[in-house]
């Protein structure tokens, strides 16, 4: 497979145009496009010679990827399925918020290595790690559709992105350095189900990124049920590297909490959790379970306003995430899932 040409820092442009025997400026005029003009494919780039345009096609994949659907949903979501140059498929979604602010939800792998128990995305296990420029793409596609860059950005979409975390790396430095798109760390969300090392790596870049740690059980016990061994680190382990990240990035980290219906949804396990947000600063995000048939349910409303008004009653940070989408392919992995099986 050809590299993206997106994902190419301003260094790597100089680089190449030098092989070419060109001057910098060219570079810097590759980078303009896209990470100013939010043009990707070289046929667009009009400023550039013929045969510099012809060359950065047959040396790069540009564009690397392409839509291949989009699914809208009444409050409107837009779910973008997007093509690879393999064939295979991920997703990203562009969400509207309150005052017109938008969040883009970014893949980092396609399918997933995680492999937890509730998770379409996960259920193939993984295909293959998604390159840096290729993670971007969705972003530019998502800037495409909605014309202007996004108010925030969440790692939420398919994969674990702290398994991938060269290429994640690369991304988070492209979105937020002067020159790349500018933007703010504290408007990112990295999402992992709890990889330890990763977490620490994370930190290690010392940026105010938010954290979102897919905690879904107070419990090694519950937790177990939901996540595989291979991936899965202790309870005790994850909150440790939560605390270190909070304290060397000065961010709260938020635990999610996907509620499922006899398994994570009881006042035991509300006051566990209610316990850990005190202990650790931490706030908890619940996000009732969104069916897709893998033999979980949903709690009742009743028990998720109870498990909510427990953690909360009892000190606990607790809020509910607001629900997307829910009329078209809501759960993350749905899309894809259903092009890989017309494959
Ligand atoms: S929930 Fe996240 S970490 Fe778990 S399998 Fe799905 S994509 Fe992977």
Redesign the pocket.
């Known amino acids: 497979m050809k590299a993206p040409l997106t994902g190419m820092s301003i260094e790597a442009l100089a680089e190449y145009v030098k092989s070419k025997h060109l001057q910098r400026f060219r570079a810097v005029q590759i980078a303009d496009w896209i990470y100013r003009k939010r043009i990707w494919d070289p046929d667009e780039m009009s400023n550039l010679p013929a045969p510099l345009r012809m060359e950065l096609k047959t040396d790069f994949s540009a564009p690397s990827s392409r839509v291949e659907t989009v699914s809208s949903s009444p409050d409107g979501t837009e779910k973008l399925l997007l093509e690879l140059q393999d064939g295979n498929h991920v997703e990203m979604v562009v969400i509207p918020g309150n005052d017109n602010r938008t969040t883009f939800c970014l893949s980092t792998q396609v399918g997933?290595p995680?492999?937890?128990v509730f998770?379409a995305?996960?259920a193939g296990g993984l295909v293959r790690n998604l390159a840096a420029g290729e993670i971007i793409e969705e972003f530019l596609h998502g800037t495409k559709k909605t014309g202007n860059l996004p108010d925030n950005i969440v790692f939420m979409g398919?994969?674990?992105g702290l398994l991938n975390f060269e290429a994640l790396e690369t991304v988070l430095k492209h979105l937020t350095s002067p020159e790349g798109f500018g933007m703010a760390p504290r408007r990112i969300t990295v999402s992992t189900?709890g990889i330890v090392p990763g977490i620490r790596k994370l930190a290690a870049l010392k940026k105010e990124f938010t954290l979102a740690i897919?905690l879904h059980a107070p419990t090694d016990e519950i937790r177990a049920r939901l996540i595989p061994d291979a991936f899965r680190y202790p309870v005790a382990e994850v909150l440790k590297a939560a605390d270190e990240y909070r304290d060397t990035c000065g961010r709260m980290v938020t635990l999610e909490y996907t509620l499922l219906e006899n398994l994570n949804d009881s006042r035991e396990a509300a006051l566990r959790m209610a316990e850990i947000s005190r202990n650790h600063h931490a706030k908890i995000n619940l996000i009732p379970y969104n069916q897709t048939n893998r033999g979980f349910r949903r709690p009742a409303e009743r028990v998720i306003r109870e498990f909510q008004e427990t953690i909360e009653k009892n000190g606990g940070t607790v809020t509910r995430r607001r629900e997307r989408g829910a009329s078209s392919d809501a759960a993350?992995g749905q899309l894809r899932d259903r092009a890989e099986r017309r494959r």
């Open positions: 997933c995680v492999r937890c998770c995305s996960g398919i994969g674990e189900s897919s993350c």
